[in-house]
């Protein structure tokens, strides 16, 4: 697959960051005004089309699954304001924007990713709002969302990215927000690492699910819980900021 390291579109007017928001209409228009950063050292992908094909080859099929074992993951409650990071073509937000009642945003540095995702939340009849968006600088003010999701993105970010994203995840939540990120096992056995190797590309950064609780605890999350998914290929981290 085809990444490489991103350029944005311009910047925009700059959301202050405390701001202070009061209820649905004041963070959405904060989000839609602003600041969009302009570079990023993670791997960005911009073959949206490709992607979802690529998404159902390497999820086996069963991608609906476990977008809908994520969401569950999440336990969204009507009222709470949801982003996810690096969201891709939407796949997870517009799933989770099923849930009634939550407001669901997306982000991607990918601008083709942004413009597909939105496309396919206009087809599926959703309300989801995409715009990009990097997740080491997140366009939301502190401590303004319910939740944050995070699927199959964390390992496109190289180390130091990894806990700049955590850090900004912890700010924008809400005390007692919740986030939640999938990601890939480590491939087990030579034929499935190198399937893999074949597929996501050689420059993906590491594919070790296993360094997500260190980083959570690192960003100042609590109750961290790790397990399974109902997926073969995918595992989860979950952390909560401290009410
Ligand atoms: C493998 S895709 C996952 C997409 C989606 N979350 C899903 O589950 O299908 C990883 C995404 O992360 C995006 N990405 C890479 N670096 C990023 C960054 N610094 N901030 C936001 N998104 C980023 C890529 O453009 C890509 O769309």
Redesign the pocket.
Known sequence: MHHRR?QASPARTDAPAHAHHAGHPSLHRLFRRAHAPRQ?D????HQAAF?DVL?RVVLLGDERRLRTSTVALAGLRPGEQVL??????G??AITAAETAGVKVYG????PE?IERARRKAARAGVDVTFRE????QIAFPDASLDVVL????VH??PDD?KRR?FAEIHRVLKPGGRVVVVDFEPPQGRLLRTAMTLLVGRGMMRIDNRYLPDLLRAAGFTTIRTGRTDHPLASYASGQKAA
């Open positions: 991103h990023t993670g791997l960005t992908l992607y998404a996810e990071v690096g969201c891709g073509t796949s997870l982000t991607d540095a990918s990713m968006g990097l997740v080491e995070s699927s199959f993105m496109h970010l990215l994203a």
